[in-house]
């Protein structure tokens, strides 16, 4: 059953195997904007400030409230995803059906294991990944406080193609922010990293 | 991260036969793009294929595809034949990647998958004019990076990628579509005829041309529609140097878009 | 070839012979099936679905998600030519995807895949066997070309055959809709549960596990929708029980039918080498299913698998329920989470196999959510002195500093 589900959700994912109304989104105006190296921004309309190492494209549509995703090289290549001010109760990615298919809840009296075991769990779940896996793990700062680093691997079944990633979360006021990088395994993590992390390194919460 | 999983629709559009309808919004049914400057070197020149993914089916009243095998078996014969007989070729070696079993097999299978990420990427912001990144606006640059050049011992300095995919109307289909615009209800599909190719130069890695096609003709079942077909799909191949020819000015930029469809704004 | 039709065949009719509902097969002349060595395609249609899903198996081959264990893959192998016999397994490949969903399939080619949602399921082998033959039995009645050309007559948008790569909508669900446990009429579930009884009968087996399958499954699917407040999936459009015959009836027949046999020595269950195959893999399996973070289907899925003796909750069973309760982290749940772990504890030196390490890290990570930090600390050194490489090792121990 559940494949089956899986199977037809995913096909409804991808809006554009129905005819008409989703490909009205094609023609809209243009959802990228650009950040200019070493502008400071306040992502996803939240408390976040990051300062753009490089210049990034933006993306205007946003998977949660306070979410922001950039990409250097376009999607489905690398991806600089921010999620800000997670409170108690919330997810950390949009669910798909929060009866059926719910994603784990933020907890601020998560230990820091909790907080990666949260993010491995909610991106297996979001990606329909069981090869989803988060290997080293380490202390960090972001945005000033004590957090976790930590990084990941997976591939999704659709296009078969291995990535990585390095994330970094920390709890700030009760709520969680974190900042994820990723990109395919081949020539684009390593070269989209160091610019990744530096962006990370210039967090702070600004009112 | 899983962001990717919704926009990626809007690059599925392209490639999903069943959005034929959709293809007509975006003004157009082709485009190519060739990485600024770029011509392929004068003399034979090396070219690695990799496995082309061929599908020919028919579709069913429903717009189901039905799968057939000696269609879809012909038209791998009659396509790689046309390849080889195709203007462009000229005076190149061609070759055909092997299949390779373990690690080597894996190295190979990576490198598609990632073209095809690639590719997408490159159709997304390249190919339809509402989605361009603005860091990469009047250029067209996307590489598989340097490890390409591990594929260049199985036979290219270059590779080419392939794809086409053919669900031919049935009779049925046709009626329905007749029907359709009698009553109103609008154009739907009858037949998908779609195809993409891309060339790499594995040294560098490069995407160095990318041409697509939502309304391919020819019909792959026969030697003189495939000719036609790979002509399609070869359309602006790079040329090569001529002999004498000085290096090519930088930040010249070969792009076709489909136009704006005027009146179909959101 | 023909006298190995001939035999196949055969041997086939007169299987299907001893349970009553071939009584009504018996007229039908022996037609070449997909389970003789050297079958090709008989139509176009046949031909056609074969291509396609070669196709996809050369994709199968190279996917992110197969798990090429050797060990885990001849097991399982093994267990599906032991009921089906050497000569008609060989029309098949087994491919085992990493998936944590109970389904197995058999496409028209003989393209196996088993996911390890259903590995971690199976309580036996005979319950194991009971699948394979009943999608084993699929296979060689041609029920997909059927189903096929049933469905070509109605409209039907979604081209759920052509295999167009849809990007990032996987070909292992695509392919799990073909040939898979979902997919078939009533009739032909009932066909492949009478055909998967003869296999099961024939190879030694008790055919009585085959009833318990099902209502596991339906059992499992209620706990799930009980916490998260939904309708049980079980009884919805395209859910398993839409196209199965209704449970009850379903355990019924199958009980009467296993039943009828009349095994001259009772049937095998061969728990204990079920057991041993699946140990190095168990845990990644089971790690796989808390991470659904279902947890009425695992609670249930859990005491499923321990079984109805209190010794059947071996420590790896008790480090799963820590682990269940923990990663939900509800009032009362890290309470329940540090009796499991402690318990696995004991019944490790119990047993004298020792649980395994990450029990000191649950239960490190458990008491000092419950604020029992001197415990806790302890806890995780505990574990680090196991496990000084773990991948957090590093966090853990800046959280275990101190006294």
């Known amino acids: 059953m559940k494949t089956l589900k899986l199977a037809f959700a995913a096909l409804a994912l991808a809006p554009f195997a129905a005819p008409v109304p989703a490909a009205a989104q094609i023609v809209l105006s243009n959802p990228w904007k650009l950040v200019r190296a070493g502008e400071a921004r306040k992502v996803g309309k939240s ?161 | ?106 190295v190979l299978n990576d490198y598609t998958a990632l073209f095809k990420a690639v590719a997408f990427a490159a159709f997304n912001h390249k190919m339809f004019p509402g989605n361009r990144l603005p860091t990469k606006k009047s250029d067209f640059e996307w590489t598989l990076g340097e490890g390409a050049a591990q594929l260049k011992p199985l036979g290219g300095d270059f590779g080419l990628f392939f794809y086409t995919n053919d669900s031919y109307g049935s009779t049925g289909r046709k009626v329905a579509q007749i029907l359709g615009a009698v009553m109103g209800m609008g154009l739907m599909s009858s037949g998908v005829h779609v195809g993409y190719a891309g060339l790499v130069d594995l040294t560098t890695g490069d995407l160095v041309w990318l041409n697509a096609d939502l309304a391919m003709g020819g019909d792959v079942r026969t030697a003189e529609g495939a000719d036609k077909r790979m002509a399609q799909l070869l359309e602006e191949f790079p040329r090569k140097r001529l002999p004498g020819e000085p290096a090519p000015p930088s930040g010249t930029v070969k792009v076709d878009v489909p136009p704006e469809t005027p009146g179909k704004k959101p | 070839m023909s006298m190995l039709h001939r035999a196949v065949a055969g041997l086939l009719s007169c299987a299907l012979l001893a349970s009553p509902l071939a009584a009504q097969k018996a007229a039908v002349p022996p037609k070449p099936l997909p389970s003789a060595a050297g079958y090709k395609p008989q139509d176009k249609l046949e031909e056609g679905l074969w291509f396609e899903m070669d196709e996809q198996e050369r994709l199968l081959k190279q996917s992110k998600f197969l798990v090429t264990d050797p060990g885990l893959n001849a097991y399982v192998k093994g267990v599906l030519c032991r009921t089906v016999g050497q000569e008609r397994c060989s029309a098949t490949r087994l491919y085992i995807v990493r998936t944590p969903y109970f389904n197995a399939s058999m496409a028209p080619n003989g393209t196996t895949i088993v996911y390890t949602g259903l590995l971690l399921r199976m309580r036996n082998e005979a319950e194991l066997a009971a699948v394979l033959g009943h999608e084993y039995t699929h296979f060689e009645q041609r029920h997909t070309l059927r189903l096929f050309k049933d469905i070509r007559a109605k409209t039907d948008a979604l081209s759920w055959l052509s295999f167009i790569p849809i990007p990032y909508v996987g070909m292992l669900s695509q392919i799990a809709l073909i040939g898979g446990i979902y997919a078939f009429s009533r009739d032909m579930e009932r066909e492949a549960d009478a055909g998967s009884l003869n296999e099961l009968a024939r190879a030694g087996y008790d055919p009585m596990q085959a009833s318990a399958i099902w209502e596991q499954l339906g059992a499992e699917q209620d706990a799930t929708a009980k916490v998260r407040g939904h309708k049980s999936q079980k009884d919805k459009n395209g859910g398993m029980f839409a196209t199965h015959p209704k449970s009850t009836e379903r355990m019924q027949t199958l009980r009467e039918k296993a039943a009828a046999f009349a095994l001259a020595e009772p049937g095998a269950t061969r728990a204990a080498e079920y057991r041993a195959a699946l140990k190095d893999w168990w845990p990644t399996l089971i790690d796989d299913q808390i991470k659904l973070q279902d947890f009425g289907g695992t609670e249930y899925l859990l005491a499923t698998l321990a079984g109805p003796d209190p010794a059947g909750w071996t420590p790896e069973l008790l480090y799963a329920r820590g682990e269940l309760y923990r990663s939900r982290g509800q009032a009362g749940d890290f309470e329940q989470a540090v009796a499991a772990y402690q318990a696995a504890i004991e019944a490790g030196q119990r047993l004298g196999g020792g649980a395994i390490p990450e029990t000191w890290r649950g239960l490190g990570l458990a008491q000092l959510r419950l604020g029992q930090t001197a415990a806790g600390k302890a806890a995780l050194r505990d574990y680090l002195a196991k496990k000084p490489n773990a991948d957090d090792a590093l966090l853990l121990s800046s959280m275990a500093q101190g006294a």
Do not use: C
Request: proline share 6%; hydrophobic share 45%; glycine share 8%.
């Open chain 1, 47 to 207: 408390d976040l400030q990051v300062t753009a190492v490089g210049d990034w494209n933006r993306a205007t549509e946003r998977q949660t409230k306070e979410s922001e995703n950039w990409t250097q090289n376009g999607i489905g290549l690398d991806d600089l995803g921010f999620y800000a001010a997670v409170k108690k109760g919330e997810a950390l990615f949009h669910q798909r059906d929060k009866k059926k298919d719910p994603l784990p809840k933020f907890d601020p009296a998560m230990l820091p294991t909790d907080i990666v075991e949260w993010f491995e769990n909610s991106a297996r779940n979001a990606l329909g990944s069981a090869v989803f896996e988060v290997g080293a793990v380490r202390p960090a700062k972001l945005a000033g406080a004590d957090g976790v680093e930590m990084d990941f691997s997976y591939a999704t079944e659709g296009d078969n193609l291995e990535r990585k990633g390095t994330a970094r979360a920390a709890v700030i006021g009760q709520k969680l922010y974190l900042i994820s990088f990723d990109a395919p395994k081949i020539h684009y993590y390593d070269e989209g990293l160091p610019s990744a992390l530096a962006i990370m390194n210039t967090a702070r919460i600004v009112k």
């Open chain 2, 1 to 106: 991260m899983p962001m990717r999983r919704m926009l990626a629709g809007l690059a599925a559009v392209a490639l999903v036969a069943s959005a034929a309808p959709a293809y007509a919004q975006f003004g157009g049914a082709e485009s190519t793009a060739v990485k600024p400057g770029f011509v392929l070197p004068a003399g034979e020149v090396r070219i690695l294929v990799f496995r082309p993914d061929i599908a020919v089916g028919s579709q069913t009243t429903g717009g189901m595809n039905e799968p057939n095998a000696d269609w879809t078996k012909q038209a791998r014969a009659n396509l790689v034949a046309a390849l080889q007989r195709n203007p462009a070729m000229a005076g190149n070696r061609i070759t055909f990647a092997p299949e390779l079993e373990g690690a080597q097999g894996t």
